[in-house]
């Protein structure tokens, strides 16, 4: 296919996903864009649960997203592939993933609380991929909205440079507070309108309609001197960050609506400032202007240019290797797709959406999975509407789309997972793949019967392959099927679908913290396994010798593995053995059954025999060798520590703190707004459970509170003992 047969060019595709902390009015944004769009005949809403894009049983029974939801619309010629990511931490997977394959993102603030925990959290995942964004201000109808001092806090909380490009019109009268804030907002004043700082035109909404029809036109004369104030600063802001504007502006020439935006649009581009607009999205106001905004200042797949892999046949591919096959995007180019998200489609197969950066995905192609190395045939694509679905015979590239398969993966036996590579097989490329982070909490569950035992094995295959952040292991002493995921919520979720979605009778048990141990100084470790196999008459023997080194890394190393040993001393057919056993025995700890971190081991040597020795023979005696090298290096226990961020009236601040200090808590800071408080600490997550019931009575339910994975910490010596004695119980 050229690119002559697309309906749209490239040029005039956006790949956008909306992002915040949870009630910032992310979804509801999202309706009203659908709505106005077009692709949509009603606006939904989350309280009805009603929304296009939180379809799951789960998220219209609690009102929040727990599932990236992808939907395609069109808006002024353009067509817009969106994903409405989930606002709470305990899916934080489902926003790693959809940045990864975005061009741009809209970033929903609160017009009232501000920037908030999982906003920084986001906000630092958009950074990690250099998404360029917009930010939109949301909820700036409510009582106590400051856009000006969420602004500021986009400053300097999110270390941004957000660039207001309006500035909100509020009735009755205007003031001289500020550029953007009205004062007479506190005395009862109501948002009705934005000034565009642009074109400095007024955009008044019509109250009668709630918010459904506007009205364009002059600035009102009272709001001028605060409108021309506010241009001047958007301006200058611009003009810092761009010298072509700066330097039409320092010679004192006109500056025109296309000239300004066109800089914005190179700005945003680059990522050095963010168009900042605001609204209020449950009114219906303000969502014109951001969809227009998308299509002027957010990149195309164009804009992108190309995209970077490797040779999956590279000796040195690893982690470090750097990109060297480059694809320009483009329907000519060899094709060059990510699967970045895996889906159950209810009827026994899979839906595995796909971001195509080069070339064309076509029905009836056979691709290469350079990630497992295998090839896949193309039965069928569909272009998804959350959870509809329309059948497609092409993605072209700089598109998202999605491959219906069985859960089989067709005639390879091996399902696509999120992260796989889809290429053409004359031109393999490898690209990166997507982060995943590491679980912090686990449950036991356990089948009621043993008739429902390979019904709930089905059920966590099929989750752990739709959501990477989900792992799912048996624990050698008790035999019992433990789960981990990212917090409490998360898992419930989990259990809740494998109840209801899959039919399983199971019991669960009570929630566990996601240990981990690590070593705290260098030490060296080996093991000879010698074995003779079979009678005296056709007896013959087994042979594996492995010396290696086990070493502290910084908090945040992870599992480090290096071989070194010469090949005159384990050759390289036996060197993956000895690695499956390092790693088997990292995976298994050697305190109390937990998995290892921040640690390098490097194999440094050995011997081996030309006919006795054997791969099961490298396997064993480097588990063995590592196990005696960690339990020698002062091994110890790791817990996970959480940013905790409590907002109380400020009557509650010495419970909530008396509290916090009986769970473990540090105090990082503490922050002041009329009438309440907000209180920042990193708290164990072992002292967390029930914290929210806690809280609720604590300060008879005025607070709030949000809570985010940040660290791993050595835990004291008395918590060590406990879970190292309760260990030790469950396995008698």
């Known amino acids: 296919m050229t690119a002559k047969a697309r309906q749209v060019s490239i040029a005039r595709t956006r790949n956008i996903g909306i992002m915040a902390h949870v009630d910032a009015g992310k979804t509801t944004t999202t309706e009203r864009i659908l709505f106005y769009s077009g692709a949509t005949s009603r606006i939904g809403e989350v309280d009805e649960g009603s929304t296009v894009t939180d379809w799951m049983q789960q998220e219209q029974e609690r009102g929040i997203s727990i599932t990236a939801a992808a939907t395609t619309l069109g808006w002024k010629g353009y067509v817009v592939n969106l994903i409405d990511t989930p606002g709470h931490v305990d899916f934080t997977m489902e926003v790693e993933r959809s940045l990864r394959v975005l061009d741009g993102a809209v970033a929903v603030f609160s017009a009232v609380e501000g920037v908030e925990p999982q906003s920084e959290t986001v906000w630092r995942q958009a950074d990690r991929y250099d998404v360029p964004r917009l930010a939109f201000i949301n909820k700036c109808d409510r009582e106590g909205a400051e856009p000006e001092r969420v602004i500021a806090e986009i400053k300097s909380r999110l270390g941004a440079n957000p660039i207001a490009i309006q500035a909100p019109l509020f009735a009755p009268r205007a003031s001289a507070a500020g550029p953007l804030v009205d004062a007479a907002r506190a005395s009862g004043a109501t948002f009705e309108g934005v000034i565009d700082l642009v074109t400095m035109r007024a955009r008044t909404w019509d109250a009668a309609s709630f918010g459904t029809k506007f009205t364009d036109g002059p600035i009102p004369h009272s709001h001028v001197p605060i409108a021309s104030r506010a241009r001047e600063i958007m301006?200058?802001?611009?003009?810092?960050?761009?010298?072509?504007?700066?330097?039409?502006?320092?010679?004192?020439?006109?500056?025109?609506?296309?000239?300004?935006?066109?800089?914005?649009?190179?700005?945003?581009?680059?990522?050095?400032?963010?168009?900042?607009?605001?609204?209020?999205?449950?009114?219906?106001?303000?969502?014109?202007?951001?969809?227009?905004?998308?299509?002027?200042?957010?990149?195309?797949?164009?804009?992108?240019?190309?995209?970077?892999?490797?040779?999956?046949?590279?000796?040195?591919?690893?982690?470090?290797?750097?990109?060297?096959?480059?694809?320009?995007?483009?329907?000519?180019?060899?094709?060059?797709?990510?699967?970045?998200?895996?889906?159950?489609?209810?009827?026994?197969?899979?839906?595995?959406?796909?971001?195509?950066?080069?070339?064309?995905?076509?029905?009836?192609?056979?691709?290469?999975?350079?990630?497992?190395?295998?090839?896949?045939?193309?039965?069928?694509?569909?272009?998804?509407?959350?959870?509809?679905?329309?059948?497609?015979?092409?993605?072209?590239?700089?598109?998202?789309?999605?491959?219906?398969?069985?859960?089989?993966?067709?005639?390879?036996?091996?399902?696509?997972?999120?992260?796989?590579?889809?290429?053409?097989?004359?031109?393999?490329?490898?690209?990166?793949?997507i982060i995943v982070p590491n679980p912090v909490m686990g449950i036991a569950i356990e089948p009621e019967t043993e008739a429902e035992h390979a019904k709930l094995a089905f059920a966590l295959e099929r989750l752990a392959i739709e959501d990477p952040s989900f792992h799912v292991r048996t624990d050698a002493d008790s035999g019992q099927i433990v789960i981990s995921g990212m917090g409490e919520l998360h898992l419930e979720i989990v259990v809740?679908?494998?109840?209801?979605?899959?039919?399983?009778?199971?019991?669960?048990?009570?929630?566990?913290?996601?240990?981990?141990?690590?070593?705290?100084?260098?030490?060296?470790?080996?093991?000879?396994?010698?074995?003779?196999?079979?009678?005296?008459?056709?007896?013959?023997?087994?042979?594996?010798?492995?010396?290696?080194?086990?070493?502290?890394?910084?908090?945040?190393?992870?599992?480090?593995?290096?071989?070194?040993?010469?090949?005159?001393?384990?050759?390289?057919?036996?060197?993956?053995?000895?690695?499956?056993?390092?790693?088997?025995?990292?995976?298994?700890?050697?305190?109390?059954?937990?998995?290892?971190?921040?640690?390098?081991?490097?194999?440094?040597?050995?011997?081996?025999?030309?006919?006795?020795?054997?791969?099961?023979?490298?396997?064993?005696?480097?588990?063995?060798?590592?196990?005696?090298?960690?339990s020698s290096a002062s091994p110890t226990m790791l817990e996970p520590v959480m940013s905790l961020e409590v907002t109380t009236p400020d009557q509650y601040v010495g419970d909530v703190l008396g509290d916090l200090h009986a769970r473990r808590g540090k105090v990082a800071g503490i922050t002041a707004r009329p009438g309440v408080q907000t209180l920042a600490c990193f708290v164990p997550m072992a002292s967390m459970f029930g914290y929210s019931t806690d809280l609720r009575s604590r300060t008879r339910g005025r607070a709030t509170y949000s809570m985010e994975f940040d660290h791993y910490a050595e835990v004291p010596v008395q918590v060590r003992d406990d879970v190292m004695s309760r260990r030790a119980r469950a396995s008698i």
């Open 496 to 630: 809740d679908r494998v109840l209801r979605e899959f039919g399983v009778r199971a019991r669960v048990g009570n929630p566990q913290v996601a240990y981990r141990e690590t070593v705290t100084r260098r030490e060296e470790g080996e093991h000879k396994f010698v074995r003779v196999v079979g009678s005296s008459g056709g007896s013959r023997g087994e042979y594996g010798h492995v010396r290696l080194v086990v070493e502290p890394t910084d908090r945040g190393g992870g599992y480090v593995y290096e071989n070194r040993a010469p090949a005159t001393e384990i050759p390289g057919e036996h060197a993956p053995a000895v690695e499956a056993g390092v790693t088997e025995a990292v995976e298994r700890g050697v305190l109390s059954g937990h998995p290892m971190i921040d640690l390098r081991v490097q194999v440094v040597g050995g011997s081996y025999h030309p006919v006795d020795s054997n791969n099961y023979a490298f396997k064993v005696a480097g588990s063995k060798a590592f196990v005696a090298a960690a």
């Open 235 to 433: 301006i200058e802001a611009i003009a810092e960050l761009d010298d072509e504007l700066m330097s039409a502006w320092v010679a004192g020439r006109e500056l025109s609506g296309d000239a300004i935006r066109a800089a914005l649009r190179r700005v945003t581009l680059s990522g050095r400032g963010v168009p900042t607009l605001v609204g209020a999205a449950f009114k219906n106001q303000g969502i014109h202007n951001l969809l227009d905004a998308v299509l002027d200042y957010l990149p195309s797949p164009e804009d992108v240019g190309q995209v970077r892999g490797r040779d999956p046949q590279d000796p040195d591919l690893g982690p470090t290797s750097v990109p060297t096959v480059v694809r320009q995007i483009g329907d000519d180019q060899p094709l060059a797709a990510l699967a970045f998200k895996v889906q159950n489609d209810g009827q026994g197969g899979q839906l595995t959406f796909l971001r195509v950066y080069a070339g064309c995905l076509t029905v009836g192609d056979t691709v290469l999975n350079a990630t497992k190395g295998h090839l896949e045939h193309v039965g069928r694509l569909v272009r998804m509407f959350a959870n509809h679905r329309e059948d497609i015979r092409t993605i072209e590239a700089g598109m998202i789309g999605a491959l219906l398969s069985s859960a089989s993966g067709g005639a390879s036996k091996t399902p696509v997972a999120t992260g796989d590579t889809l290429c053409d097989p004359r031109e393999p490329i490898l690209l990166d793949p």
